[in-house]
Structure formats: structure tokens, C-alpha cells
């Protein structure tokens, strides 16, 4: 798969897509963003199915930032399934999510999560973590071939 400098934001609560939408801005990240508002369409995006049907599936988001309390299809099940598929499975991920369950943190990570963080609660902490995740993510990751 072919990375494109696409963000996919799965997020279904519309105060934080907003906010996350400011954060980049703010940051003076460029790339493109799509969001996505719950797993099943996190799922279809990745897999070029239903409403996404005839994407290009060479044009890989660059990293996924995942909320885990989704409607549908939840956070977990939708980076299992990533991590089941040839596709899917190094595209970097990055659980973005306002809980505090120490198990979220653990079952993340055991289903490949590259990264976990707790959204911050103040708007400029806010933007300082879309900052710092989009210049490692965008600028200093080096994903891997191919």
C-alpha cells in the first residue's frame, strides 16, 4: 500500500472532531484529514467497501488516530480487524481517547495499537499533543516499505 499524507480521524463525538479539526490547524498540519464517525465506516474506509466502495486502496492513511468508545463496530474491534488483514496491518495507529481504563491502555497495545493517549482536557495541552503527534506521525516516522 502506497501512503498518502492523509490523517483518518475516527471519531464520533462531534466537540472533539471540531476540536481535534482546530488542533491540526492551529499545529499548521496541512494534510488532509477525513474523518470517519464510527468503526463500521472506519472499516468500510480501510477496506474500500459500502459507502467507500471503488477508493483507492493504494492511497493508505499515513496515521490513524482512533478513538475506542465507538458506535457500531468499537475502537478495539476496529484495530483487530486492521491487524488481521495484510493491508491493514502496519498502518500506524494511534488510540486517542478521553478514558482512564488502565485495561484500554493494555488491550490497545496487545491488539497493536502503535500509540495511546488520553485527550487532554485543556485546549492549548490539547493542541501541543495534535502538534507533537503530527511531527512525529507526518515529519519524523519512517514507516515501513512498501
Keep these: 500500500m502506497n501512503r498518502s499524507r492523509t490523517i483518518l480521524l475516527v471519531e464520533d463525538n462531534p466537540n472533539d472532531v471540531e476540536l481535534t479539526l482546530r488542533a491540526f490547524e492551529q499545529s ?3 494534510n488532509e484529514i477525513v474523518v470517519v464517525r464510527d468503526g463500521k465506516e472506519a472499516l468500510d474506509f480501510l ?3 459500502a459507502a467507500h466502495a471503488g ?3 493504494r492511497n493508505a492513511p499515513e496515521v490513524i488516530l482512533l478513538d475506542l468508545k465507538l458506535p457500531k463496530v468499537d475502537g478495539l ?3 483487530r480487524r486492521m491487524r ?3 493491508r491493514t496491518r502496519r498502518l500506524p495507529v494511534v488510540v486517542m481517547t478521553s478514558s482512564n481504563e488502565e485495561q484500554d491502555i493494555i488491550s490497545s497495545y ?3 495499537a502503535n500509540s495511546f493517549m ?3 482536557v485543556d485546549f492549548s495541552q490539547f493542541i501541543e499533543a495534535v502538534h507533537q503527534l503530527g ?3 507526518l515529519v519524523l516516522n519512517e514507516p515501513p516499505p512498501g
Excluded: H, M, S
Aim: charged share 40%; proline share 4%; net charge neutral.
Design 28 to 30: 499548521k498540519i496541512k
Design 135 to 137: 511531527l512525529y506521525w
Design 77 to 79: 474491534e476496529v484495530l
Design 47 to 49: 477496506f474500500g467497501t
Design 118 to 120: 488520553r485527550k487532554p
Design 84 to 86: 488481521a488483514d495484510e
Design 110 to 112: 496487545d491488539l497493536g
Design 55 to 57: 477508493r483507492d486502496l
